[in-house]
């Protein structure tokens, strides 16, 4: 993945703005057109917020948003590959010029749950592309963004993260998607502290368990799962979460 310039980027130390109304609010959502990212953008929709529902395919996301506007949303589907760094500088464009603002990012495109893996045996090349979406993916798209909050001194980033990346967490299966989450993790942890007092939270929820096509059948309901993450997305400014971990609103440990 290569770096790529936005140009106007302001300074990340601007004042905090007051917290702009949720029919005023323009989020972005990865892998929103199915499981998770799309109940994500279903209760996002549900607040009033105008949500842009990233899939890396158009027709798939399409079809997710038409769904969500039946039941009264402002949602539209908008192309997303989060590792193609040409798609995501085209999207932060088309951003910029069609709503001048982002005030909500959800990276939620995640893959590679490699249940059956050990870290002794593992392919290094699955590794490579769980890091590719899951760490640098969030990353990049995150860089091209910040520059749209930090325009109006607001915005709201939040990392869908999984309690098997925290530290301490037991366990020797999923290596590749746990190694991918730690990094995300810590990659959360940075962006928060250098961008603390600036109007812009940045934290990260597991969303536990949940019965997705990558979680499988038997966990949590969906609509439990995105809650947390809706919750960390509609953050007041005060008081100030910034740099923390959740599940179902409360810290959990690093």
Not at 10 to 20: E, L, Q, V
Not at 152 to 163: A, E, L, T
Not at 173 to 192: E, F, G, I
Request: contains cysteine; hydrophobic residues 40%; glycine residues 12%.
């Amino acid at each position: 993945m290569n770096a790529v310039a936005f140009p106007g980027r302001p300074s990340r130390r601007r004042a905090a703005a007051a917290d702009p109304e949720p029919s005023q609010r323009i989020a972005l959502v990865s892998g929103g057109n199915r499981g998770l990212g799309f109940e994500i953008s279903r209760q996002l929709a549900a607040e009033g917020v105008t949500v842009l529902l990233g899939a890396r395919r158009p027709l798939a996301g399409e079809k997710a948003a038409r769904q969500l506007r039946r039941e009264g949303g402002n949602v539209i589907a908008v192309p997303l590959d989060v590792t193609s760094t040409q798609c995501v500088g085209e999207l932060a464009a088309r951003i910029d010029g069609e709503y001048g603002r982002l005030d909500i990012l959800i990276n939620n495109a995640g893959a590679y749950f490699d249940v059956d893996n050990q870290a002794s045996s593992v392919d290094l090349g699955l590794v490579r592309q769980a890091l590719e979406t899951n760490l640098l993916g969030a990353w990049q798209l995150t860089e091209a963004m910040l520059p749209l909050m930090q325009r109006h001194g607001y915005g709201r980033i939040v990392n869908v993260s999984s309690g098997c990346g925290a530290i301490d967490s037991d366990g020797s299966s999923c290596p590749a998607y746990r190694v991918s989450k730690a990094a995300l993790n810590s990659h959360t942890r940075m962006l928060a502290a250098e961008l603390a007092g600036s109007g812009i939270l940045v934290n990260a929820v597991c969303p536990g368990w949940v019965a997705t096509d990558m979680g499988g059948h038997g966990g949590r309901p969906v609509a439990e799962g995105a809650a947390g993450i809706v919750w960390a997305a509609m953050l007041p400014s005060r008081p100030a979460l910034n740099g923390s971990f959740f599940r179902d609103r409360q810290r959990i440990d690093w």
